[in-house]
């Protein structure tokens, strides 16, 4: 991808985004999904970590699952072949789109592909400041990529294991003299299949955005992406064997058929209006419009596998089909800037911002009865299609549909005050408004709409400190809160959840060095939630809620380069989980994080001698015992180890061979479900890309 860094500063609109430094660097020097605008990270009374465009390059992450294992203190829960959950903390994460609250890219939507993004911010923790209802783990910021003031191009082709071939394209055109309208594309085409039989990925994407400095002081700006995803074969995890043990008679099985097929059509619009008012101080309308529709049929076992033969039995009534839509809508409007007092300066934020989200899903009536028994785990390409016409969508009185709606919006305001010269007060909250109510569509007997939720004038509050103990160091402290309504018919018996409700205590320490191309940080920390979703160990579609929850850890990172020409990416993550009550989910939360996590990603380039233009990176990843739903169903620790290796001709092209789990170390990436939801990892693989840059 072209390396546009300083593309934004150089812009006259306000709506650039200042991120410095960034160029050929593992870290950025400021965040903006903490406040709005460019913060310092050693200034954010929060952890916060920022994936820039070189770490994903070197790493050859191409989805953002691939983006978030690589980030200190998240735990990825793969829910299926087109997404992935994310936890920080024991928590689920939000997910903001320019620092707009998107809850579109929380739930299981087949999500974007990486390389319509510029980089990846996570804050780690509570975040109702300007979130308002979201998951208690943080935010996941994810920032597109916006177009630069001269022409710059880029591509890249990609082969590697899994017959996977991958080709992709990024250009950026100024398109008047004066520079005031600028046009950059980020487009892709993916075909791939998997390490688990029968499934099969074909994908394309397109991204345009479209910059306008109306003004020298007004710009607008509007991006779309769309993407079209193909899988055959949908994979869901494997159900548990009879012995309520993890299967390990082949981590390439497959539970669905080579016949089956899940298809997704995505589509995101974004548009907004940014102007300089007086000073530094700015107003921001953007508006964010999500749609995906899809449609998936497979059959899954209808029971578990014997532990001894490894055979299960396959029903045609076991056929899962569905088609439905999801939708979102977003709006933020917020000003801010400095303000002078007391012969000091100050920084006010204030804001309104909505977020709705509409989920329309349909299940099809299967009216076929056949039985396959004796199937093989590994061999469940022999289980025939439905027969032709056994599925309709006709309306009955077992039919099952719903539409969901929910939305919420919420007035919101920070004020980073400095009482003295190296000390700043960081006072904020929100007031939010959460509605959801839901109704039974076709092939359902159609119903009125059923409130499920209903929340008005929740506060979070939010409280922080900074204190800057030399140039270089900071001491912070901060207590903020959260909310997560629970959207949908998330409980076995019907209805949904209650909310769930925390906050989160946390100090520690920052280091910035090199202007902002080093940082380092360590944290304490301490969360306490209640009605947190733990998954129904006897309906895995379905959840049931916890008493007090007691999180509490500490954490350390480094990002950045040390020594010219070595770059690194180091983090521990260290979480305590303490249940109330005695039951049986008191351990549950290895399930979400484990106790120990420790990723880390060394790289070096070559800078002179007969080996000028070599790079050589390293990872090691690290993680303590994985809980399911049962005792039984343990992942032991486990540590993989990645690799890459990379030479530039020149400063335009650049070959690079990049390996994961080297070791081939067999383990489960999740373990949480019955008749699905546990995930073996990936065997060895290998990626190798060939990139140009003009």
């Known amino acids: 991808m072209p390396q546009q860094p300083d593309s934004a500063a150089a812009s006259s609109g306000p709506e650039s985004i200042q991120v410095l430094g960034t160029a050929g660097s593992y870290t950025a020097p400021t965040a903006e999904g903490w406040g709005k605008s460019p913060v310092a990270l050693k200034d954010i009374p929060q952890s916060i970590s920022v994936l820039t465009q070189e ?8 989805t953002m699952t691939d983006a978030m294992r690589a980030i200190s203190g998240i735990r990825v829960i793969p829910a299926s072949t087109a997404n992935s959950n994310f936890y920080a903390r024991g928590y689920q994460l939000t997910t903001s789109v320019d620092s707009t609250p998107n809850v579109a890219g929380t739930l299981n939507n087949a999500t974007f592909d990486l390389s319509m993004y510029d980089r990846i911010e996570v ?57 005031t309208l600028r046009f ?99 107003v921001t309308a953007r508006g964010t419009f999500y749609d995906q529709s899809y449609n998936t049929l497979y059959n899954e076992p209808w029971n578990t596998i014997d532990a001894t033969t490894g055979l299960l039995q396959y029903r045609d009534q076991g056929n899962v089909a569905y088609r439905g839509t999801n939708s979102s809508r977003s709006a933020d409007i917020y000003t801010q800037g400095g303000f002078r007092l007391f012969r000091r300066t100050h920084h006010a934020l204030f804001g309104f911002n909505y977020n709705s989200y509409d989920q329309l899903v349909r299940y099809g009536n299967v009216t076929s009865n056949n039985i396959y028994n004796d199937v093989s785990i590994n061999d469940t390409g022999v289980v025939p299609p439905p027969p032709v016409g056994s599925i309709n969508y006709l309306q009955n009185s077992d039919g099952y549909g719903t539409d969901d709606f929910a939305y919420q919006w919420g007035f919101y305001g920070q004020l980073r005050l400095e009482l003295l010269k190296n000390l700043t007060l960081i006072l904020g909250g929100r007031v939010s408004r959460f509605f959801e109510h839901i109704r039974n569509v076709s092939p359902a007997p159609a119903s009125g709409w059923n409130p499920e939720a209903n929340i008005s004038a929740q506060l979070t509050p939010y409280l922080g400190l900074t204190y800057d103990i030399t140039l270089h160091i900071t001491w912070y402290a901060s207590y903020s809160s959260i909310f997560t309504p629970s959207v949908g018919r998330l409980n076995y018996h ?59 850890g500490w954490e350390a990172q480094v990002d950045g380069q040390i020594i010219p020409n070595l770059d690194v990416s180091i983090g521990y993550t260290y979480l305590d989980t303490r249940v109330s009550g005695g039951n049986r989910i008191n351990d549950f939360g290895g399930i979400y994080s484990p106790r120990h996590m420790f ?57 690079q061979l990049n390996a994961t789990n080297l070791t081939n170390r067999y383990y489960y990436e999740r373990a949480s479900g019955i008749w699905q939801f546990n995930f073996p990892a990936a065997p060895r693989s290998f990626l190798a890309t060939l990139r140009a840059t003009y």
């Open 55 to 62: 770490r994903m390059q070197d790493s050859n992450m191409l």
């Open 123 to 179: 804050l780690r923790g509570s975040a109702g400041l300007l979130q308002g209802g979201g998951g208690a783990g943080g935010v996941v910021n994810e920032v597109t990529k916006k177009p630069g003031r001269a022409f710059a191009i880029s591509g890249a082709a990609t082969v590697g294991s899994f017959d996977t071939y991958r080709a992709d394209l990024d250009m950026t055109v100024v398109l008047n003299k004066a520079r």
């Open 184 to 282: 950059r594309t980020a487009d892709l085409f993916e075909d791939n299949d998997f390490f688990y039989k029968y499934a099969h990925s074909r994908k394309w994407q397109a991204y345009g955005v479209l910059e306008w400095d109306i003004t020298p002081s007004t710009t607008f700006t509007v991006s779309n992406a769309s993407q079209q995803q193909d899988i055959t074969a949908p994979y869901y995890g494997l159900p548990l064997t009879t012995a309520n043990t993890l299967w390990y008679g082949g981590r390439d099985a497959n539970p669905s058929q080579k016949w089956g097929y899940s298809n997704y059509m995505t589509q995101q619009t974004i548009a907004s209006l940014s102007r300089k008012l007086w000073g530094d101080w700015t």
């Open 494 to 552: 019907g209805g949904g959840l209650p909310p769930q409700t925390g906050n989160q205590v946390e100090t520690g320490f920052k280091g910035e060095y090199f202007h902002g191309r080093l940082n380092v940080s360590s944290a304490l920390f301490r969360l306490e939630s209640v009605n947190q979703p733990a998954q129904d160990p006897e309906h895995s579609n379905f959840y049931v809620t916890t008493g007090l929850i007691r999180r509490q």
């Open 599 to 655: 990723k880390s990603w060394v790289h070096y380039n070559v800078p002179s001698g007969r080996l000028k233009g070599l790079g050589v990176g390293l990872g090691l990843d690290a993680n303590s015992n994985l809980r399911g739903s049962y005792a039984t169903t343990l992942q032991g620790g486990y540590m993989t180890l990645d690799g890459m290796i990379g030479y530039h001709f020149d400063k335009h092209l650049k070959l």
